[in-house]
């Protein structure tokens, strides 16, 4: 069976700039979530979905938005990139939202902000 | 509100000793607590869990740890160090009857030396 998918692995964006990860949860997993790991620390909560709907937000601006599709992949966009939004972002994937169920991680994706 | 603590961000140990890493946590509610490796340029794969049921949980690849409540600690150990377990290892908390995202402490990275 497939893991989590995310793609691009790799992405170089200018300051200013849009960009969009995209991510595919294990056959069968309902709910995705987001974390933003900044070289040299853990990873960051940033959103949560299930069943399509927003479940948890972390403390992200607005910039950061995501969504869930009907075939429950994931999208996450961030406008207006910052220097500062360069790190690795990981997707990750469950069969319900609750934690206690377990997350399987994908690799993720790394972006750098130039 | 939740945080996690690692004690040390680099432990070095030899091969066939016995490896400590150290997780503090710190939560309002009973938490759920797990330990997670990171392989360079991959995801965060799942070692084990603590879900409330037994206070010694074992997990994968000969790895186990202790919940203990009076020392608000979930430790990670392990009798012997294979070279095969150099990697960065993160402790995480979430809040139980209510865990919808993993609190990330800032991770350890274990060198096994030959």
């Known amino acids: 069976d497939a893991g989590v998918t995310q793609s691009p692995t790799h992405l170089i964006k200018t300051r200013g700039q849009h960009v969009t990860l995209r991510c595919s949860p294990i056959s069968g997993h309902k709910s995705v979530s987001w974390y933003q790991q900044v070289l040299g620390q853990g990873p960051q909560f940033i959103f949560q979905?299930?069943?399509?709907?927003?479940?948890g937000r972390g403390n992200f601006p607005d910039r950061f938005s995501a969504r869930q599709f009907p075939n429950y992949s994931s999208e996450l966009n961030v406008n207006a990139l910052l220097l500062g939004d360069s790190a690795l972002y990981l997707c990750?994937?469950?069969?319900?939202?609750?934690?206690?169920?377990?997350?399987?991680f994908g690799s993720g994706t790394r972006l750098t902000v130039v | 509100a939740q945080s996690v603590t690692q004690l040390g961000s680099h432990v070095s140990v030899s091969e066939g000793a016995l490896v400590l890493l150290r997780c503090n946590y710190s939560?309002?509610?009973?938490?759920?607590l797990f330990w997670y490796v990171q392989y360079p340029n991959q995801g965060l794969q799942l070692l084990l869990k603590?879900?409330?049921?037994?206070?010694l949980v074992k997990g994968i690849n000969g790895f186990e740890a202790e919940f203990k409540k009076s020392e608000t600690s979930f430790h990670l150990t392990k009798p012997s160090a294979h070279m095969s377990d150099a990697a960065e290892y993160f402790c995480?908390?979430?809040?139980?009857?209510?865990?919808?995202?993993?609190?990330f402490g800032s991770g350890t990275q274990l060198t096994v030396l030959p």
């Open positions: 990750a994937s469950s069969l319900f939202p609750d934690s206690n169920y377990g997350y399987t």
């Open positions: 603590y879900t409330s049921a037994a206070t």
């Open positions: 979905y299930y069943e399509k709907e927003e479940r």
């Open positions: 995480a908390v979430s809040e139980a009857g209510s865990a919808r995202q993993l609190t």
């Open positions: 939560s309002s509610v009973p938490p759920y």
